[in-house]
């Protein structure tokens, strides 16, 4: 299984362009919010049972990805300082125990770009951040920093490609198959 695992900063794109990867190359999307809003109204944010089980699922879905044999699987991330410093450490070995490896896509934009999309419809349907001035508060504090990251095997700037495009970059700097119909 090829783990396609997208990252970036909020407003960058990422669940855009993992949902248009997908139709591309057929590959299954596992959402990362999917879990957080699972876990919000039993646990606070941050709390450390939200980190725990938080971590846990998304490992448990990657580890049974992999184990079913799926040909591909894309995970969008958005790195904070909640996410424990082992986990991208424990997905590689996840990924690499069943065979392959995972291939990183940094999704960038300008700040500008970023102030731009962040209170967006598509954002708010969401219940993700919008918030100008609560992004800069993050974003100060170093809450989003990406330096823990491994290198990425690609850096797609979204600011100047539409989804589509960018998820057909994605694909061919990836050499990932495209889905046949």
Known sequence: MKLVFIYGKPATGKL?????????????????????????????FGSPSFVELREQIWLSVIEQAARARLSGLIFNFAPETTVRKNFIDRVIDVVAGAGSRVHF??????????????????????????????????????????AHMPKADLTVDTSQLQPAEAAEAILKGLRLPRATA
């Open 16 to 44: 855009t362009v993992a949902r248009e990867l997908a139709a591309l190359t057929g590959y299954k999307l596992f959402h990362n919010q999917m879990t957080v809003d699972l876990l919000l109204p039993v646990f606070e």
């Open 105 to 146: 896509v940094e999704l960038t934009c300008p700040m500008d770009e970023v102030y731009r999309r962040i209170d967006s419809k598509s954002r708010r349907k969401t219940g993700k951040l919008t918030s100008h001035e609560d992004y800069k508060k993050l974003e100060a504090a170093g809450v989003f920093s990406t």
